[in-house]
């Protein structure tokens, strides 16, 4: 599966470049009603207990290959612009600063989420303060440990000036 994205990434990168930094209004109200799609997608399948659509790459789980292709595409479209959109912006300055940091240290965080979360799962804190740990906890270590060579081989992560 993740061949048919790299490849459609590769053989569609004019296209999608050009839908990502086009200045034309009709397009970003074309996104804006993907992401009402997708935003209204994610309640109804997430509102049971047992969603419909269910996509994981892992054990190799896909239903119907359409699906797993279009569905998140659109989500990377609608996030790519959302980027996009937000670096023109000077309010977004340290959100941008937290997530570049966070996409620079994304391997370690990685690996230690598992272990971080199997620890946190019996306390039973709640969706956002796993997620706040799950998060803050890698990022903590990896600041600590960023200033051993072993540690940056090993994750291939240099915090260094971003």
Known sequence: MALVYISFGFYHKDKIQEWILSENRKKDYIYVVI???LITFCILNYSRDIPFYYFDMKP??????????IIPCAFGI??????YWMQKYRVTKLLRYVLRFL????????FM??????????LN????MYLLL????PTILTL?????????LLFACSIGKF
């Open 35 to 37: 992401a009402l799609c």
């Open 144 to 152: 600590l440990l960023n200033r051993y060579k072993l540690f940056r």
């Open 103 to 110: 996409g620079r240290i994304t391997i370690p965080i990685m």
């Open 113 to 122: 989420h598992i272990p971080v979360n199997k620890l946190l799962a019996f």
């Open 60 to 69: 190799v789980y896909y239903k119907e290959l359409v699906s797993a292709v």
């Open 125 to 128: 804190l709640g969706p956002l």
């Open 134 to 137: 799950g998060i803050g906890i």
């Open 78 to 83: 609608v996030i790519v612009r959302a980027v």
